[in-house]
């Protein structure tokens, strides 16, 4: 079992940054690949950024050039730095973690865009 736990949600205006992060616990030597998803309300959950044990990355259209995927083996921990935020970013994000043949999800962190 993989445990994860995010965090760094918030409130946020447009324009501007904030970074989350995702702790990893348990089974974590069966880790492949991390990510971020997001659910907006109203809407299907969707692919934000993955990466994998060789840190190749993958970002949605929506994410690119403004988000950016990293991992710290150290602390097991995944981060998404994301800049010039959008209203359209407003959503439920969470962290997601594949490995093993299973697929675990962390509790999810709000993030709201607004002025």
């Known amino acids: 079992q993989v445990q994860l736990v995010e965090s760094g949600g918030g409130l946020v205006q447009p324009g501007g940054s904030l970074r989350l992060s995702c702790a990893a616990s348990?089974?974590?030597?069966?880790?492949?690949?991390m990510g971020w998803h997001r659910q907006a309300p109203g809407k299907a959950r969707e692919l934000v950024t993955v990466?994998?044990?060789?840190?190749?990355?993958t970002y949605a259209d929506s994410a690119k050039g403004r988000f950016t995927i990293s991992r710290d083996p150290a602390k097991n921990t995944v981060y998404l730095q994301m800049n010039s935020l959008k209203p359209e970013d407003t959503a439920v994000y969470y962290c997601y973690a594949f490995g093993g043949g299973k697929g675990y999800w962390g509790q999810g962190t709000q993030v709201t865009v607004s002025s």
């Open positions: 348990g089974s974590i030597s069966s880790i492949a690949t």
């Open positions: 990466i994998n044990s060789s840190s190749r990355t």
